[in-house]
């Protein structure tokens, strides 16, 4: 049975960094795209960073230069280093798997889901 479970989440003031992480079980972590989602309430759940099998980033515009994906496949984590955060960067962050090698910014390109972790950002 494949899990994800998100950690590191919280509150933060604005131009603060916090780091989440997402400990995989159940399947090697190194195998697959993994990716990073966020929904902030009373919106649609959005892409935020996706890391390809060959270590290959994809992020989206809002978060460029600002996030960081990243993996330890030796400690089967996923991690989202957050810098420079802003108010509108709150939200519930969600990591993903994909059944597939490469990254992905789809939300129905993931197959398994984390029950997501909070990140508030205060001004």
């Known amino acids: 049975q494949v899990q994800l479970v998100e950690s590191g989440g919280g509150l933060v003031q604005a131009g603060g960094s916090l780091r989440l992480s997402c400990v995989v079980s159940?399947?090697?972590?190194?195998?697959?795209?993994m990716g990073w989602f966020r929904q902030a309430p009373g919106k649609e759940r959005e892409f935020v960073a996706s890391?390809?099998?060959?270590?290959?980033?994809l992020d989206a515009y809002s978060v460029k230069g600002r996030f960081t994906i990243s993996r330890d496949n030796h400690k089967n984590t996923l991690y989202l280093q957050m810098d420079s955060l802003k108010p509108e960067d709150t939200a519930i962050y969600y990591c993903a798997s994909r059944d597939a090698p490469w990254s992905a910014s789809g939300s129905g390109d993931y197959k398994y889901w984390g029950r997501g972790t909070l990140v508030t950002v205060s001004t």
């Open positions: 159940g399947r090697s972590n190194s195998e697959y795209g």
């Open positions: 890391i390809a099998k060959n270590g290959e980033t």
